[in-house]
């Protein structure tokens, strides 16, 4: 809900850190006892500001949530705390809609980076590991959502220097290859996954120079997730968990699949890669031809995003 201003016109949330995305920020894979869930962000709540616990977060995030749904909804009620820091990580359901467009993407987080860095907050960002490769799919299968993956994460690399983020290249994370750093689902960091995303985050802070106290610990609540426990969910509820999540996606992404597979056989795969990075470059040079969320060109070719290289 909208926060009150004070008599200085600022919010007396106006140091908190609000986090927008879908399920990976809204803390799926990080249970905590009694129901709901914790996540990266509460994690690294805790290791803001000049002493612990004196940036109390706001976290907007909504499973399922596209970057649509985070420009119209959840922007909104951010931009009314104005917050001291702001995470912005989302995509992923996109890429599993047979609407899929790049360029939709591309303008929703520009505007939503742009309005949150206009008002003053530090945006924390970061690239996603590729959902198809995470749950292990058939190369056909695998590559077109990939391809799609590559094209948001060029993306959100691109709006974060426009708009001089803070950037995690989560994607190209050691820890993302080790299979106790996910939960029984596969796209979901586990415990671990969420201290290490939090941790990563917290490192990158600090090296531009803004204040954070010690970083997340990495000693675990709860047990870490088990190769029986992961082949048990997938067969009991992973398929409909998939099926729930793309429904629409289905029927395309089998003729994506065949596709694939006719330029697999011809030898033409490229043609397909390069029609995709043809696709990311028109959606990146057509935000260079707006001024994001009213921020203004001048702001919008600041030097580029702090980055932490995995």
Not at 27 to 55: F, I, N, T
């Given at each position: ?18 986090a927008?995305?879908?399920s ?9 006892p009694g ?9 690294l ?6 002493r ?16 649509a749904d ?17 995470s ?5 359901n ?5 609407a899929?467009?790049i ?28 959902p ?19 094209a948001v994460?060029?993306?959100v690399?691109?709006?974060?220097a426009?708009y001089?983020g ?8 050691p820890?993302?290859?080790d ?7 596969r796209l979901?960091?586990?415990?671990r ?26 000693t675990?609540d ?10 048990l ?6 398929t ?32 397909l ?13 057509a ?5 994001g969320?009213?921020?203004g ?9 702090a980055?932490?290289?995995g």
């Amino acid at each position: 809900m909208p926060a009150q201003a004070t008599g200085d016109g600022r919010s007396p949330a106006a140091d908190c850190f609000v986090a927008l995305g879908d399920s990976l920020t809204e803390g799926l894979g990080d249970p905590v006892p009694g129901g709901g869930w914790r996540g990266w962000a509460a994690l690294l709540a805790e290791s803001l500001g000049e002493r612990p616990g004196s940036v109390p977060l706001v976290n907007l995030a909504q499973s399922g949530a596209m970057a649509a749904d985070v420009t119209e909804r959840q922007l909104p009620a951010a931009r009314a705390l104005g917050p001291r820091f702001a995470s912005l990580l989302v995509g992923a359901n996109d890429t599993l809609r047979a609407a899929f467009a790049i360029e939709r993407v591309a303008a929703a987080l520009d505007r939503a980076h742009g309005a949150l860095s206009a008002d003053g907050a530090v945006v924390l960002t970061a690239c996603l590991p590729d959902p198809g490769r995470m749950l292990g799919l058939p190369a056909p299968l695998a590559r077109p959502l990939g391809r799609r993956m590559r094209a948001v994460n060029t993306v959100v690399h691109a709006v974060s220097a426009r708009y001089g983020g803070v950037h995690l290249h989560l994607a190209d994370h050691p820890w993302v290859a080790d299979r106790a750093s996910w939960s029984v689902d596969r796209l979901h960091p586990s415990e671990r996954g969420h201290r290490l995303l939090a941790r990563g985050f917290h490192t990158a802070l600090t090296a531009v120079g803004l204040p954070a106290g010690p970083p997340p610990a990495l000693t675990l609540d709860g047990p870490p997730p088990t190769r029986a426990g992961s082949a048990l969910w997938m067969a009991t509820r992973g398929t409909r968990w998939v099926a729930d999540r793309c429904t629409d996606l289905l029927p395309g992404l089998l003729g994506l699949a065949l596709r694939e597979c006719r330029h697999g056989l011809a030898g033409s795969g490229r043609v397909l890669d390069a029609a995709a990075d043809g696709a990311t470059r028109s959606a990146l040079a057509a935000l260079g031809r707006t001024d994001g969320a009213g921020a203004g060109k001048e702001r919008s070719m600041r030097k580029g995003a702090a980055t932490m290289a995995g």
